[in-house]
């Protein structure tokens, strides 16, 4: 589903990811774990490019880039069509209403009658438990309402993989738990994720396997009791235990 090879990624003179090598296999959850400024993001972004990477390579479904030489408009946009991505941020139109979230985009893009995408994202809605909240406007949700809506809005796009940016970093602590119940469910419904989080027991129990970046690196790799109960690396340890601390 994806395979990455010795990707690289600098901002100036700061070599954010250095050689990166993983694969993500279809209906697989994947959790990127870390402290701030290992490069979970910054990979993230990557894989949607967001960010060019400098060097490396990135396959995702048919589609495969090579980075280093001059990159079309065209490859990026086939690279992103796989991906739905949900960041920190809501990234709502506040000027629209939840309903209005969701089909805008797919309608501009003509990727099928404006009538099917309502419906279509009337049944997202109802898979985040939002449908009752359609004709609201975003400054009249909580934030993990928001959120919800931010998901929805990614899954009316039918994406083969989901990249969640620590999707719950900025809310309040009551309405994680709201978030969390959401994208466990598109876990156990088989959908392809890669989610950077610090919810430690979320991502043990949801993600087929952890990743541990650090400094740019892939640390440490495995399943959660292999990563977050019996780490085996130093520098894993180091970063859980203060995590025990907080």
């Known amino acids: 589903m994806i395979e990455v090879q010795a990707l690289k990624k600098s ?12 694969q993500v296999n279809k209906g697989e959850v994947i ?16 894989l949607n490019l967001l960010e060019t990477p400098d060097a490396g390579s990135i396959s995702i479904g048919t589609s495969a ?3 280093g030489t001059d990159i079309k408009k065209a490859d990026i946009k086939k ?21 209005e979230n969701l089909y805008t985009a797919p309608v501009a893009l003509k990727r099928n009658s404006k009538q099917t995408l309502i419906e279509k994202s009337e049944a997202m809605l109802e898979k985040v438990g939002m449908i009752e909240h359609k ?11 928001q959120q919800r809506v931010a998901i929805a809005r990614a899954l009316v796009m039918e994406p083969e993989v989901m990249l969640f940016d620590e999707p719950t970093s900025a809310l309040d602590p009551q309405l994680v738990r709201g978030v969390l119940k959401v994208i466990e469910g598109l876990a156990n419904e088989g959908q392809t994720m890669v989610i950077v989080t610090h919810e430690m027991n979320f991502a043990k129990r949801v993600a087929d396997k952890i990743i541990f970046m650090d400094e740019g690196y892939i640390v ?7 990563v977050i109960t019996n780490p085996q690396e130093e520098r894993t340890k180091s970063f859980l235990s203060l995590l025990e601390e907080e």
């Open 79 to 99: 690279i992103r069509q796989y991906s739905g991505m949900v960041f920190q941020g809501f990234h709502l139109f506040p000027h629209k209403t939840v309903l």
């Open 11 to 22: 901002f100036g003179p700061t070599e954010v990811l250095k050689s990166i090598d993983f």
């Open 135 to 145: 004709h609201k406007y975003p400054d009249a949700l909580s934030g993990g309402q």
């Open 220 to 226: 440490e790799e495995g399943n959660g009791d292999q």
């Open 65 to 67: 880039l090579t980075f």
């Open 31 to 46: 959790a990127l774990i870390g402290p701030s400024g290992s490069g979970k993001t910054t990979l993230l972004r990557c």
